[in-house]
């Protein structure tokens, strides 16, 4: 219940999207390309995502920034690689 609350606070605190994303086509240029504030929700949609599959109720908040900064650098030098994909990159 916690997750979904902090998961309904960040998207009513961030502006509002002109279109939904499809996270799956989503690539490193993408989210490179996103502002910071679309880039901070795609790192929180990823981390759901990603403890969804490993059925984890956990949300690390110290984590988050660390992650958004393991994944600008892997990003970096793969432009071309999914953001799903480039999430594994993180160690749990």
């Known amino acids: 219940m916690r997750v ?25 240029q993408d989210w490179l390309d996103a502002s910071d504030d679309e880039q901070d929700l795609m790192v929180a949609w990823l981390h759901g995502y990603l403890a969804g599959r490993a059925t984890s109720t956990l949300y690390d908040f110290a984590g988050q920034r660390a992650d958004a900064a393991i994944l600008k650098r892997y990003c970096q030098g793969h432009l071309t690689t999914g953001v799903i994909s480039a999430a594994g990159q993180w160690k749990r």
Request: proline share 8%; glycine share 0%; aromatic share 4%.
């Open 4 to 28: 979904w609350l902090i998961a309904v606070a960040l998207l009513a605190a961030a502006p509002a999207l002109a279109t939904p994303l499809e996270m799956s086509t989503q690539t490193c």
